[in-house]
């Protein structure tokens, strides 16, 4: 599946050199009811829940995309007002979790004689990908990554190799790199890489490729 990042100039041409990718930790995500997308009315079991909570936020993390780039908001939100970069990714359907996007909070049977409050991995797996109908713009899905060793900045990476290949690297509309300046930092890379420049439509809301500027291919 063809997915896309979102992110600021100097994080995107960060990862392109470095080849690797920031793992966003569940508490720095911009939603605050991200693993909390169910029933805590009962006392007992939201006391038992953030328990469970605690321990998946402390072993996992989550890297997230939109299986489109031409939103505009997305380019407002994370690509720095559109003067960010949007990175397109191949990675395979097996890796990729998809958000279920809803009006309801899961309420799901709650038995305290058991750990969690009875919290079954089932129900665990749809917390993971669970949102709030509102965020349905995003079109997002999700990488759900177990968290190693932080680096010297105090993050967590995942490499590109491996489970994802960077193919596209869009410029938003604001931008003022040239593609040359992306370009030079592909020499390393295996696989064939398209470099192009966004614009804002005319006709419609929505962002798309400006076809007055030549797009670079990297080639192997």
């Not at 909070?105 to 009875?118: A, C, Q, T």
């Not at 949102?131 to 590109?160: A, C, M, N, P």
Request: neutral net charge.
């Amino acid at each position: 599946m063809r997915v896309y990042y979102f992110t600021a100039e100097q994080f995107a041409l960060s990862n392109i050199i470095n080849e690797r990718i920031k793992i966003s930790l569940w508490d720095d995500l911009n939603d605050p009811f991200e693993l909390s997308g169910i029933d805590l009315s009962d006392k007992d079991f939201r006391s038992a829940f953030n328990a469970g909570r605690k321990t998946q936020r402390e072993f996992s993390g989550v890297i997230c995309f939109s299986r489109g780039w031409n939103y505009p908001m997305l380019w407002g939100h994370y690509g720095d007002k559109h003067k960010g970069i949007c990175l397109g990714f191949d990675i395979e359907d097996k890796h990729i979790e998809k958000i279920h996007y809803s009006t309801e909070k899961l309420k799901p049977e709650i038995d305290m004689n058991k750990k969690y409050g009875g919290l079954t991995i089932e129900i665990v797996k749809k917390l993971l990908c669970w949102k709030y109908k509102g965020w349905e713009y995003e079109d997002e899905v999700r990488i759900i990554v177990q968290l190693k060793e932080r680096d010297s900045s105090g993050f967590y990476f995942t490499d590109f190799k491996g489970n994802m290949e960077l193919k596209e690297i869009i410029l938003g509309h604001r931008s003022n790199l040239k593609l040359e300046q992306v370009a030079k930092y592909l020499c390393s890379y295996k696989t064939e890489v398209s470099v192009f420049k966004s614009r804002i439509a005319f006709k419609k809301y929505e962002v798309v490729r400006d076809e007055s500027i030549n797009e670079y291919i990297h080639r192997a």
